[in-house]
């Protein structure tokens, strides 16, 4: 009975630790998370792994997003670990925002239906992100490109939206005024209409901007992780609007004295949009005038007075600016006539009129312009009369009015007015030599020059009964060749007429004639031919000379006989008779070498059209030259200087 009790007691302490061995070990094996799915951002094409692991493991990993059951898939969806491993985490292959973006949760089943362990995590979050596909700031409904202006008004609350459009997840949208941060109001996101899984962000700015801010430029940076650069951002120029405020300044001497001095007044305004100056004088009608500078010279006692400068634009009107002051002006131009200049026919009347104002009244000069940038003076009064017009009056007239207050002498000028002049032709009888000489045996080129406005369409040269026109060779003696453009006139040209081997008998008038649409001219120039000096004074020359050298010669001899002068031996009296054959010989061949083309003009020397050889065109005289250039084509025919005595020449 002891035994049996015994064996009793031992099976019943048996059971009792087994039981509470089951138990223990129920309690322990109980499945829980060790780590759970965490909210992710994933770029899309992008690798990511969902994080789940689970102790004491006993069922089954399943995974659903939104709701819905997901399977796996090779290349889309895979284990992370071996399965039953405790580890349920899931690889997701190029990540797409389209399949992956949403809720997701890690779920095991139970570890048997008796233990009811099954567990669902908490829905985590996967993004997908994809940067916004426009942003932009908007004032009045009204979105403003990058870079362009904005228009805000100084002191005025201002409210502006920077929106973001299409995102995944939505952007942070910041506010900068130039480098400086602003503050606004709480940023907004929500989904788009047509796509829940993209966001739209909308930022609302309001600021009261001051005038230090006109220029600046105002930011919304759009921060977003999908950007390389973590944020991008647009900006717009901010054209601010604010009244006007004056400045007055003054220019005067110390002491302002009536009739003697001279004073100006400026004043300027600084506003946006820009404001209209005015000024006006207490007292007076004070009536508006707008400028923005008065002058007046000399000062006047009826001038004296107090002056106010304002300014006004549609934002508003400027603080009064006043100036006690007397008043001087300079000269003004005020009209000249014709305005936009004119076209005068030839020998017609021209009539140019100048108006100006000052006090003491301006004096007038009419300056012409040539085209060589020459300045002639034409007139000294108000109204510049011309009764016979001619291409001479041609360019560009300035009237100048001047007066003197105190010892300074005030000059204003008006904008040009150009006159052109188109008629008939017309030779510059001025550059018309009355005479020219030449000599027999040479070539002689007669010029004449010509105005015409339209170009001549027909010039002939004509003498006795013979004519020739322009490009033609008559006789192969008489020359007319094609006129050229004057070098330093407009609308003028050179006429020239070659005549080959002049004689005797080539002295007589040669007339030049030119014709356009308009008309025609004709002038004449004579032409007096000489017999060249005679074979015996030629002879008597040469023969004086060679006696000359003979008596060098003998003189040579006889110091190098003597020892005298530099003749110590003989190799110095061969260097001396080699270096005269040398130079002799160089000079003779100079001398038949020099038959180039100078040209003559009516005073007989060399150079440009006013003999001076520089080319340069003076006033017009009323006495012009006439320019003559000898030929030598051949190398054969001698050139001769056309004016001055033959004596001379030689």
């Known amino acids: 009975m002891d ?17 509470v061995l089951h138990i223990l070990q129920g309690c322990c094996a109980q499945q829980m998370f060790r780590e759970e799915p965490q909210y992710t951002e994933i770029n899309p094409g992008a690798n990511a792994e969902l994080r789940c692991v689970i102790e004491n493991i006993g069922g089954e990993c399943r995974w659903q997003k939104d709701g819905k059951p997901i399977g796996l898939y090779n290349g889309k969806y895979e284990w992370a670990a071996r399965a039953g491993s405790g580890d349920c985490s899931l690889n997701l292959m190029a990540i797409d925002i389209k399949f992956d973006d949403g809720l997701w949760e890690c779920q095991v089943t139970a570890s048997s239906f008796e233990s009811q362990d099954a567990l669902a995590s908490k829905p985590a979050r996967l993004v997908v992100r994809e940067p916004p596909k426009s942003f932009a700031i908007i004032q009045n409904n009204e979105a403003k490109e990058s870079s362009t202006d904005i228009t805000v008004v100084d002191g005025k609350l201002e409210t502006i939206h920077c929106e973001s459009r299409k995102s995944n997840p939505p952007p942070v949208l910041q506010w900068f005024l ?23 962000a909308y930022s609302v700015l309001e600021h009261v901007f001051s005038q230090d ?10 921060v977003h992780p999908a950007y390389t650069n973590d944020h991008e951002e647009t900006a717009v120029k901010l054209d601010l609007l604010y009244k006007p405020k004056v400045t007055v300044t003054r220019v005067a001497d110390d002491v302002l004295e009536e009739g003697r001095s001279a004073v100006k007044m400026t004043c300027t305004s600084d506003a946006n949009p820009p404001g209209r100056v005015f000024w006006r004088k207490y007292g007076a009608s004070e009536e508006r005038q707008f400028v923005e500078t008065l002058e007046f010279n000399p000062v006047m006692r009826k001038d004296s007075g107090t002056y106010v400068c304002q300014a006004e634009n549609a934002i508003g009107l400027s603080s009064e600016e006043t100036v006690e002051l007397d008043v001087l002006f300079p000269p003004k131009i005020l009209r ?11 020998h017609n009347q021209s009539i140019l009129t100048c108006s100006a104002e000052g006090n003491p009244l301006p004096k007038y000069v009419w300056l012409q312009k040539l085209p060589s940038n020459q300045v002639l003076k034409r007139g ?31 000059i204003v000028q008006s904008e040009p007015v150009r006159m052109e002049v188109r008629g008939a032709p017309q030779v510059l009888r001025y550059s018309v030599a009355k005479e020219v000489e030449a000599v027999s045996g040479r070539d002689v080129r007669l010029e004449m020059e010509v105005c015409s406005d339209p170009i001549p369409s027909k010039t002939t040269w004509d003498w006795g009964s013979l004519r020739v026109e322009a490009g033609q060779d008559l006789h192969g ?7 050229v453009q004057h070098p330093e006139r407009e609308d003028c040209y050179i006429a020239r007429l070659v005549v080959k081997k002049v004689s005797p008998s080539d002295s007589r008038r040669y007339y030049l004639r030119v014709e356009n649409a308009h008309g025609e001219d004709r002038y004449a120039v004579e032409l007096n031919v000489k017999e060249p000096v005679s074979m015996a004074s030629v002879i008597g020359v040469v023969i004086g000379l060679l006696v000359l050298f003979v008596i060098l010669v003998i003189v040579l001899l006889y110091a190098y006989k003597k020892q005298k002068l530099c003749f110590k031996d003989d190799s110095k009296l061969d260097k001396s008779i080699d270096g005269m054959n040398v130079s002799q010989g ?44 000898d030929i030598n084509g051949t190398g054969n025919t001698n050139i001769d200087m056309i004016h001055g005595s033959l004596t001379d020449k030689l």
């Open 3 to 19: 035994v049996f009790s015994g064996v009793s007691k031992m099976k019943l302490h048996h059971l009792f630790f087994v039981l």
């Open 178 to 200: 130039g480098d400086k941060q602003l503050r606004a109001s709480v940023q907004k996101n929500v989904t788009e209409d047509d796509d829940t899984r993209r966001w739209k």
């Open 213 to 222: 801010d006109f220029g600046k430029s105002l930011i919304c940076r759009v």
């Open 336 to 346: 000249v006539t014709p305005g936009g200049g004119a076209t005068i026919g030839v």
């Open 380 to 410: 000294y009064e108000d109204k510049l009369i011309i009764d016979d017009t001619t291409y001479d009056h041609q360019g560009e007239y300035v009237c100048e009015a001047v007066n003197v207050i105190g010892d300074q002498k005030k």
């Open 477 to 483: 003696r008489y020359l007319a060749e094609q006129m």
């Open 586 to 629: 160089f000079d003779a061949e100079k001398a038949g070498h020099s038959n180039g083309l100078p040209s003559a003009n009516g005073n007989g020397k060399n150079g440009g059209l006013n003999g001076n050889g520089n080319g340069i065109v003076g006033p017009l005289p009323p006495d012009g030259m006439y320019h003559v250039s």
